[in-house]
């Protein structure tokens, strides 16, 4: 029976549970307490001279310089003041060029050689042998070929991140069960239905796995790259600001550098859990 004073056309008021509340307080305490516990440590350390200040300034300075940055109005940060976005921006689409050829390419080469042998023995002894070269050691020729400029610096992080697609990719089609393939094929599926219905899905826990792995690489080349190649960016920031000896620029720099590249990781993660809604019940995540 609905209560006098309430419609049957109107929604119950949502009643908010005293467990759910402690609940939600115990996952915010756990996601900030190691971090929490860091910027502590760390300001006592600097506030009673453990760490010379010039040297790891504490994070109350590092605030204060990197407000000046991202607004450009105290001037804390001189003559970087007010430049961060022009830098974060330079640098998030140079990740986002070198990540999408990379990534793309990495995920077709992955493909063909996980389901032809012979491909396998055409592409994959050159890529194992190229994948254990530093990206670093890519500089001279990089800077030979495409100069000083936009170019290297993307050719840089499109190579770093093509390698883990690959192998995720290549290793995704080969630990598909064969008795799904068998299966699609005993009901009359042609190519084309076996690579869209059965391939692509059952490999692509491991392809999103690669796509991760090749964002986070994308954002530590960012840096080498910006240091080498041009005179814009966040990598660029943090080694100008090392020259000028300004170490809570340097600290605001990799602080940045490290947040844009969490906030592109869960990008990632949130299309992965979209697109893997059906693999949610068939794996272990975990206990929360």
Not at 120 to 148: H, K, M, Y
Not at 196 to 222: D, F, H, N
Request: net charge neutral; aromatic share 12%.
């Amino acid at each position: 029976m609905l209560n006098e004073t309430q419609s049957a056309g109107e929604p119950s008021p949502t009643v908010v549970k005293p467990g759910d509340f402690w609940r939600r307080t115990s996952l915010v305490l756990q996601y900030a307490i190691f971090p929490v516990a860091i910027l502590l440590l760390w300001q006592v350390f600097s506030t009673i001279g453990f760490v010379r200040r010039n040297v790891l300034p504490p994070p109350s300075e590092v605030m204060w310089v990197w407000y000046d940055l991202i607004t450009g109005q105290t001037d804390a940060a001189a003559r970087y003041s007010g430049t961060w976005l022009d830098h974060a921006w330079a640098s998030t689409w140079r990740v986002f060029a070198g990540f999408g050829w990379g990534v793309a390419l990495g995920i077709f080469v992955g493909l063909l050689i996980g389901l032809s042998r012979v491909m396998e023995r055409v592409l994959d002894p050159t890529i194992q042998v190229l994948r254990n070269i530093p990206v670093t050691a890519w500089v001279p020729l990089s800077l030979v070929f495409f100069g000083i400029g936009n170019a290297p610096a993307v050719f840089m992080i499109g190579l770093g991140a093509f390698f883990p697609a690959a192998i995720n990719s290549t290793h995704g089609v080969r630990q598909i069960n064969i008795t799904l393939y068998k299966a699609a094929r005993m009901m009359g599926a042609n190519e084309t239905e076996l690579l869209s219905r059965v391939i692509l899905p059952a490999a692509l826990p491991s392809i999103l796995t690669g796509v991760r792995l090749s964002m986070g690489i994308a954002w530590v080349l960012v840096v080498v790259a910006e240091i080498l190649a041009v005179r814009s960016g966040l990598g660029y920031l943090l080694n100008d600001a090392y020259l000028f000896y300004r170490n809570d620029v340097v600290i605001a720099a990799m602080l940045s550098i490290g947040l844009l590249g969490f906030v592109c990781d869960r990008l990632v993660v949130l299309v992965r859990d979209m697109l893997l809604t059906w693999n949610e019940r068939e794996t272990f995540g975990g206990e929360h």
